[in-house]
């Protein structure tokens, strides 16, 4: 031992060392992400794709992204509560999402015997068994990535060869399946407090008009600049409405 | 612009989608090894030993759910995103709420077709840009948490922000099935029996995994659709 006592973990949780790791957790987000970028932009010129059609890619994407980071973010506050600052920035910036942090962080609280997660009963052996269970349970699908997707997307690229309308359709279908799960994930919110539920269900039905109204204006009132920005203008319509119904 | 005399030869690149696994593999290691890191740095900094009991029982818990999961959405998000942004995404995370949306909605407004040669490369550039402006949203949030807690947790954008997902799945829900809307009658009806006939424990318990199944659902349908030459 080289005489580190901590008295206060929450001093320990939201210390320069956590705000460290999650310095150096960001900084290479940010070159990795650079990197694919560049990568992404050179063979897209190779490819023959247009300046313009890269950088209203990039522009969607940015524009689109604004809001649900928010969120994200604000997941960041609700965990900082059970966890500090860092682990939580640290967590929502590499692979999980705020719906598998909240819930892999709190059994492994419960698990270690704690009432729940919260930051005034932790301990640093626990919290660092929080760290390990919340790191490792996440990691199967980069894990597949690096060993096995070449060669399942090398199997995809076939059947598209193959059979490119039924190719075409399975690749459609992938993400039909998750669209409509989402859909109905409101349904199990109105069985358990119906009001929150109704809400959401409006919400998503207010975005789906709206969208359908950006949709139309871009198709035939040709107003082509709303084009990149109909999904977040959308979004934003129905969630104007739950903030000031909710 | 590089310049080349009329006697050499050009270069024959393979294509983005067959280059880009071996850097891709390097970033993922990379990538886990930091991941790892994180734990057994803390450990080492304050000098603490892990509960091994805790650890054992929170990887039962969580594990067996989500190490599973993980390795399905790895197989089902694969051919949305294409090779790159697949890699990328799944070590910057945030998947269904944000990057495959993301995506989807870039190649849409670009007319580009999921899956071809360009659909993969500007996958790539908007996964790419989503990582980026997460991360400054994240970074700044963290810089400005003080001032910012309290307008975010404020009475009117609290709600707003609970509704993120089902406003983001009501525009894309619209975008898609209005494309396509007798791909999406079987899975509907589905989780719409599922949610509304299981008993509400076991279908909350069962739905942060369910979309392997209802992407299982879709497929047969599809398969049926082929068939009869209906999509």
Not at chain 1, 15 to 32: E, H, P, Q
Not at chain 1, 103 to 118: E, H, K, Q, T, V
Not at chain 2, 92 to 110: D, M, R, S, W
């Amino acid at each position: 031992m080289r005489g580190v006592i901590v008295l206060d973990f929450s001093a320990t949780a939201n210390s320069t060392f956590m705000y460290g790791l999650g310095a150096l957790v960001a900084a290479f987000i940010t070159i990795l992400s650079g990197v694919f970028l560049i990568r992404a932009w050179r063979a897209g010129r190779r490819q023959g794709l247009t300046a313009g059609v890269m950088l209203k890619v990039i522009r969607t994407s940015a524009v689109f992204t604004i809001v649900p980071s928010i969120a994200i973010l604000l997941g960041l506050i609700t965990m900082a509560g059970g966890l500090g600052v860092p682990l939580p920035w640290i967590r929502l910036s590499v692979i999980g999402s705020v719906q598998y942090e909240l819930i892999a962080a709190d059994s492994a609280a419960r698990s270690a015997g704690l009432p729940g997660l919260l930051l005034r009963y932790m301990t640093p052996e626990i919290f660092a068994s929080v760290m390990i269970v919340m790191t490792v349970c996440i990691l199967a699908g980069p894990v597949f990535n690096l060993f096995f997707l070449k060669r399942y997307l090398g199997r995809v690229n076939r059947l598209q060869q193959k059979d490119n309308r039924w190719g075409k359709l399975v690749v459609a279908s992938l993400f039909m399946g998750m669209i409509c799960t989402f859909l109905g994930n409101p349904i199990l919110t109105v069985r358990e407090t119906p009001r929150a539920g109704w809400i959401a269900l409006l919400v998503m039905a207010i975005a789906a008009v709206i969208y359908a109204g950006c949709d139309a204006l871009v198709r035939y009132g040709k107003q082509k600049w709303l084009d990149g920005f109909a999904l977040p203008i959308s979004m934003i319509a129905g969630m104007v409405v739950a903030g000031l119904i909710g | 612009m590089s310049s080349r005399s009329p006697h050499d030869q050009p270069v024959v690149r393979a294509p983005y989608s067959e280059t880009i696994h071996f850097v891709s593999r390097v970033w993922t290691g990379l990538g886990l090894i930091l991941i790892l890191a994180i734990p057994v740095l803390f450990c080492l900094r304050y000098q603490v030993w892990p509960d091994g009991q805790a650890i054992l029982a929170g990887l039962l818990k969580v594990g067996v759910i989500y190490l599973p999961i993980g390795v399905i959405e790895a197989i089902t998000f694969g051919p949305i995103l294409g090779g790159g942004a697949s890699y990328l995404a799944f070590i910057t995370g945030n998947l269904t709420n944000l990057k495959i949306p993301c995506a989807v909605n870039a190649l849409e407004q670009a007319k580009v077709e999921q899956g071809s040669e360009a659909g993969e490369i500007l996958s790539t550039l908007s996964v790419a840009t989503s990582s980026i402006v997460t991360n400054l949203i994240l970074v700044m949030g963290v810089l400005l948490l003080i001032p910012l807690t309290p307008v975010l947790q404020s009475p009117v954008l609290t709600p707003a922000f609970a509704n993120v997902i089902p406003a983001l799945f009501g525009a894309l829900g619209y975008m898609f099935i209005s494309r396509n809307w007798r791909l999406s009658v079987l899975p509907l009806l589905f989780i719409l029996i599922l949610f509304l006939t299981l008993p509400l424990g076991i279908a909350k318990t069962i739905s942060g995994g369910l979309i392997p199944i209802t992407v299982l659902v879709t497929l047969i349908g599809a398969r049926v659709l082929y068939k009869r030459n209906w999509v």
